[in-house]
């Protein structure tokens, strides 16, 4: 397909995928969200690289990470956009009500990222946490809260490569040293832990599964 048509390219798909690719870049480009729409422009021109929508479904927030823009959608979908493509879809089981609710404060604190290289995902609600890799979306543990307890996503903050996450309980149902819980890319943070690994099945050179 000519480079010249290729604004006018929407790419049907599932999920409610509207995908247009303006132009292709060669360098970095910059994802944001504008309206119902996440969007992409060349980090040195400006030009529009690309547009992604869902009709009917808009963008909560988005997270950038090295080349990938890490979406959560009002229905509860995450989605991550990289390389000139949507690569893949993960939904939030029965999130939808909690993210029109107040209590969510518009998805913050939601998609976390839980290494500096950028390839492990949390995503944090209330029952519970999930970490997928960014590189294909794959799940790679999860995480529920405790009984009579609730993560707070937006109570959270990083140090020395964990995440403390806030998970307040009921009234005396559990100390306040259960109430704060750490997380990196291969779980729960406790002693004598034996996690599995994230790195992509075969050899590190193995190209990812397309998009899903």
Same mark, same amino acid.
């Given at each position: 397909?000519?480079?010249?048509?290729?604004?006018?390219?929407?790419?049907?798909?599932?999920?409610?995928?509207?995908?247009?690719?303006?132009?292709?870049?060669?360098?970095?480009?910059?994802?944001? =969200? #504008?309206? $119902?729409? +996440?969007? /992409?422009?060349?980090?040195?021109? %400006?030009?529009?690289? *690309? &547009?992604?929508?869902?009709?009917?479904?808009?963008?909560?927030?988005?997270?950038?990470?090295?080349?990938?823009?890490?979406?959560?959608?009002?229905?509860?979908?995450?989605?991550?956009?990289?390389?000139?493509?949507?690569?893949?879809?993960?939904?939030?089981?029965?999130?939808?009500?909690?993210?029109?609710?107040?209590?969510?404060?518009?998805?913050?604190?939601?998609?976390?990222?839980?290494?500096?290289?950028?390839?492990?995902?949390?995503? =944090? #609600?209330? $029952?519970? +946490?999930? /970490?997928?890799?960014?590189?294909? %979306?794959?799940?790679? *543990? &999860?995480?529920?809260?405790?009984?009579?307890?609730?993560?707070?996503?937006?109570?959270?903050?990083?140090?020395?490569?964990?995440?403390?996450?806030?998970?307040?309980?009921?009234?005396?149902?559990?100390?306040?040293?259960?109430?704060?819980?750490?997380?990196?890319?291969?779980?729960?943070?406790?002693?004598?832990?034996?996690?599995?690994?994230?790195?992509?099945?075969?050899?590190?050179?193995?190209?990812?599964?397309?998009?899903?």
């Amino acid at each position: 397909m000519p480079l010249a048509t290729a604004d006018h390219h929407v790419r049907p798909a599932p999920y409610g995928d509207r995908f247009t690719l303006h132009a292709r870049v060669d360098g970095d480009s910059v994802p944001y =969200v #504008t309206g $119902r729409a +996440v969007r /992409a422009r060349d980090a040195d021109s %400006g030009r529009a690289h *690309w &547009t992604y929508t869902r009709p009917g479904r808009r963008p909560l927030t988005l997270l950038p990470a090295r080349g990938h823009a890490l979406a959560l959608w009002d229905d509860g979908l995450v989605t991550d956009t990289a390389r000139g493509a949507v690569r893949w879809h993960r939904a939030i089981p029965a999130s939808a009500p909690w993210l029109a609710s107040p209590g969510a404060r518009g998805g913050a604190g939601v998609l976390r990222l839980l290494d500096p290289a950028a390839r492990m995902l949390a995503v =944090v #609600t209330p $029952r519970h +946490v999930a /970490a997928y890799r960014v590189a294909d %979306g794959d799940l790679r *543990w &999860t995480l529920p809260a405790r009984e009579g307890c609730a993560f707070d996503p937006a109570r959270s903050v990083r140090r020395h490569g964990v995440l403390l996450l806030a998970q307040p309980c009921r009234a005396g149902a559990t100390p306040w040293t259960a109430q704060l819980v750490a997380v990196d890319d291969l779980g729960r943070v406790t002693p004598r832990r034996t996690p599995l690994g994230n790195e992509l099945p075969g050899s590190a050179g193995k190209p990812v599964a397309g998009p899903r």
